[in-house]
């Protein structure tokens, strides 16, 4: 026997056709509902007058917006003539260094030749570097060392060379290091462990690591230093703005010595030991503590 022919699922697409219809409708009335209550709400919006401090208010930080974006784009149009004056100015500090090496040089030379020795000019910058703790202190001695800023163990500042610094020196001499910073030196304190002292208010000083030079060129600028290299600069040679450019400087802090100090704390540099006055070899010293 044939058996029956099955007509269910012509019978179910037919039912789905005409329940798509409905549906259909309902989302075409659903959509009219919408706009219909989107206009009413338009039409019935009550309008609220604005207070007049609100306004100005408002009429202020748009003044102020507009004066922002004014000087940002001036400052990107001023900014490559600025870092071509810059640029300049760095080759000249690198022409400087690179004539007093060569005129060092040529001056032992010189002086060997003839027999001599050939003694350089003394440094007019040191760097001093406190290697002791708090313990057994003096009052003067923590005066002095209160004055120079270094009031942790590692702690180093730059200080320029004159009579007064000598005999603060010869006071503090048993706690600290102290030397004759090449070039090199000084730029790779600055480039990695150095801080400037941010004052934001009175009584309120902030420790901010150099970043960037506009942060130098907002506090020094109107001393004429603007990058970092004008910094390293204006130290080695000990310029005119030498005493801005250091007390903008937190005082370093550096870390103990890799491989240890040189002989014992206590004893003297000339005696094997790590106070005292390590004159140009203090540069590897502080290399080691960076």
Not at 125 to 141: A, D, H, L, Q, Y
Not at 163 to 185: C, D, E, F, H, R
Not at 201 to 208: H, K, L, N
Request: charged letters at 35%; hydrophobic letters at 35%; aromatic letters at 8%.
């Amino acid at each position: 026997m044939s058996e029956p022919v099955k007509a269910q699922p012509a019978q179910a697409k037919a039912g789905d056709k005409k329940d798509e219809k409905p549906a259909k409708k309902r989302t075409v009335m659903a959509l009219r509902r919408k706009r219909l209550v989107d206009r009413v709400r338009k039409k019935t919006k009550i309008s609220v007058p604005v207070p007049e401090g609100l306004k100005k208010a408002w009429e202020r930080e748009t003044r102020v917006k507009l004066r922002r974006k004014r000087l940002s784009v001036e400052k990107k149009k001023e900014l490559p003539a600025k870092r071509e004056k810059q640029a300049v100015r760095i080759e000249a500090y690198e022409k400087e260094y690179r004539d007093l090496k060569e005129h060092r040089q040529q001056e032992t030379f010189k002086a060997r030749m003839e027999g001599n020795f050939y003694k350089p000019e003394e440094s007019k910058v040191m760097i001093v570097v406190r290697i002791r703790g708090i313990n057994r202190i003096s009052p003067k001695v923590k005066r002095v060392l209160q004055l120079f800023r270094l009031l942790q163990i590692h702690n180093a500042v730059f200080i320029k060379v004159n009579k007064a610094t000598a005999n603060m020196l010869q006071l503090i001499q048993p706690y600290v290091a102290y030397g004759y910073p090449n070039v090199s030196t000084i730029r790779s304190l600055i480039y990695k462990r150095g801080f400037a002292k941010i004052r934001h208010r009175p009584g309120a000083i902030s420790r901010i690591p150099i970043m960037h030079n506009e942060l130098i060129e907002r506090h020094l600028g109107r001393y004429k230093v603007q990058t970092v290299e004008d910094m390293v600069h204006e130290i080695f040679t000990v310029g005119p703005r030498f005493r801005q450019v250091t007390n903008f400087l937190w005082p370093f802090k550096l870390n103990c010595p890799r491989g240890g100090y040189r002989g014992r704390k206590r004893r003297h540099y000339n005696e094997g030991g790590s106070y005292g006055n390590w004159e140009y070899h203090v540069n590897n010293m502080v290399l080691r503590m960076l």
